[in-house]
C-alpha cells in the first residue's frame, strides 16, 4: 500500500482572492470548503501553475505529478462546477482513486462569467490542457492519455473540451500544439445543451444566459458552445452520470447526449442515479459510480500496468 503524503492548500493565492474580490462572485459564492488534497509520496505538486495570462487574469492549475514513474503516466484533468460564475479549484478534491491508478492529476480553474463571457471558459480549459501537453517531457506525462471530467459547468467544459479533441477553433496561443490525445471523458451531470438550459421546456437558467452574455439570444451561437453538436463516431469513450431528479441541470440533457452518442456509433455509459438530485448522492452511490469509472477506465486498455 502507498503511503499518502497530506498536503493542505492552506490559502488561494492572493492574486486569485483579488480577482474574486473585484468581481461579484464573492458577494454569491457559497461557503467554500477549500480540501486537502493527499497524493502519494514521490509525486509532487505544482500549485498555481500558470497556463494563460489574459489581461490581469491569470489562469491557473495544480498539477500533481510522478517525476519517479518508469513510463510516463496517464493524465486527468478535473474542471470544477458553479454554473460558470462561481466555484474555484480548491474546493475540489477526492482525486485518491486515480492516483492508486497511476495518473498525474491537473486542478483547472478558469475565467468565470464575471470576467469573460462565452466561450471564453472553454479557451481557459483548452488551454490549461495544452499547456500540461507541451510540458509533458518534464512532468513525466503521456500526452497521448488525456482524460478530461467535471460536474455540471465543469462537465460541460469537460466535455466541450474532450469533444474537440484535435478541433484548434478554441486554442487560440496553443493552436499550433498538435501531439496528443483525449482518450476518455467524465461526465458528471453536465450541461449538454447550453441554449436548452437557458430557455428549454425544463429549465430556465440565468447563469446560461449570464455565460453567453452579448450572445443571449444568439442560438446559433449557443451550438457552438453546446457539447451535443460535438459527438461524432470518433468521440473519446465518455461516461455519464445524472440523477433523474436533478433541479438544477435536468436529466433530459443527459439522456439526449447519450442517444447523440448511440446514434454516431461512439462508445458511452450512461448511469442514472434514481431520485438522485444535483450531485447530492449517498456514499453508497458515490462508490458505486468511482467504481463504474475506475472499470470504464481500465477496460480502455490505457493504463500504464
Known amino acids: 500500500m502507498k503511503k499518502i503524503l497530506f498536503i493542505a492548500l492552506v490559502a488561494i493565492s492572493s492574486t486569485a482572492i483579488a480577482q474574486i474580490e473585484d468581481t461579484a462572485v464573492a458577494k454569491k459564492q457559497d461557503t467554500l470548503v477549500i480540501r486537502k488534497v493527499k497524493f502519494p509520496i514521490g509525486y509532487r505538486a505544482n500549485i498555481d ?10 489562469g491557473r492549475e495544480d498539477i500533481y505529478y510522478n517525476p519517479t ?3 510516463p503516466t496517464p493524465v486527468i484533468f478535473n474542471i470544477h462546477g458553479g454554473g460558470w460564475n462561481k466555484g474555484v479549484k480548491e474546493a475540489q478534491g477526492g482525486f485518491d482513486m486515480f492516483f492508486e491508478m497511476g495518473f498525474a492529476v491537473v486542478n483547472v480553474e478558469y475565467r468565470l462569467s464575471q470576467q469573460a463571457t462565452a466561450p471564453a471558459a472553454v479557451e481557459d480549459v483548452r488551454a490549461a490542457m495544452l499547456y500540461v501537453v507541451k510540458k509533458a517531457k518534464e512532468l513525466n506525462i503521456d500526452p497521448n492519455k488525456i482524460v478530461i471530467m467535471g460536474g455540471s459547468a465543469g462537465g ?10 484535435k478541433d484548434k477553433r478554441f486554442d487560440g496561443q496553443y493552436r499550433k500544439v498538435k ?15 447550453v441554449w436548452d438550459w437557458a430557455y428549454g421546456k425544463n429549465k430556465t437558467s440565468k447563469s446560461a444566459t449570464m455565460w453567453l452574455g452579448e450572445k443571449a439570444k444568439d442560438e446559433e451561437f449557443a451550438k457552438t458552445v453546446s457539447p451535443i453538436f460535438y459527438v461524432k463516431k470518433k468521440s473519446p469513450p465518455t461516461y455519464i452520470v445524472h440523477g433523474d431528479a436533478d433541479p438544477v441541470v435536468p436529466y433530459q440533457q443527459s439522456v439526449e447526449l447519450k442517444k447523440k452518442f448511440d446514434e454516431v456509433g461512439a462508445k458511452s455509459m450512461f448511469k442514472t442515479i434514481p431520485g438522485g438530485l444535483h450531485g447530492k448522492f449517498s456514499k453508497e452511490q458515490n462508490n458505486e459510480i468511482n467504481a463504474e469509472i475506475t472499470k470504464f477506465l481500465t477496460d480502455l486498455n490505457f ?3
Open 179 to 193: 501531439k496528443y490525445n483525449i482518450v476518455a471523458i467524465i461526465d458528471k451531470f453536465g450541461i449538454t445543451d
Open 303 to 305: 493504463i500504464n500496468k
Open 156 to 165: 460541460h467544459l469537460a466535455l466541450m473540451c474532450g469533444l474537440l479533441q
Open 69 to 71: 514513474a518508469k513510463t
Open 49 to 58: 501553475a500558470v497556463y494563460s495570462e489574459i489581461g490581469d487574469w491569470k
